[in-house]
C-alpha cells in the first residue's frame, strides 16, 4: 500500500495505524507507509469499535465549497463594519 501524495489532487489518502489508546478519549496514530509520523486523534472520529494495531486508511479532501463560504462571510462582515465606521475603503479596522 502506497500513500497518494500527488501535489494537487483533490484529495490525498494515508496509511496510518493506530499505536495505542489514551484516556479513553485519544488514539495515537502513526502515519505514512514507515509510520514515522504521529498523531492524536480524538477517539469520536475514529470507527466505534477500532483498538490498538488496526490500520486505517485516512482520506483528506478539499472542501472548497466551505472555504468558498467563509470566504464569503468574512468579506460580508468586513462591508458591514465598513459601513459601521468612517473608514470607507480602507480594511484596517479598529475594533
Known sequence: MTDDRKRGASSSTIH?????????????????????????LPLVYLPEDASDGDHLRI???????????????IRR?????EKRSSSKGQKNFKL
Not at 482520506?59 to 462571510?73: C, G, H, N, P
Not at 462582515?77 to 463594519?81: F, G, K, N, P
Request: aromatic share 0%.
Open 16 to 40: 496510518a495505524v493506530i499505536d495505542r489508546l489514551e484516556d479513553n478519549d485519544m488514539a495515537v496514530v502513526r502515519l505514512g507507509e514507515d509510520e514515522r509520523h504521529q498523531i492524536d
Open 59 to 73: 482520506t483528506i479532501t478539499l472542501d472548497r465549497e466551505s472555504r468558498a463560504a467563509a470566504e464569503d462571510e
Open 77 to 81: 462582515l468586513q462591508d458591514e463594519l
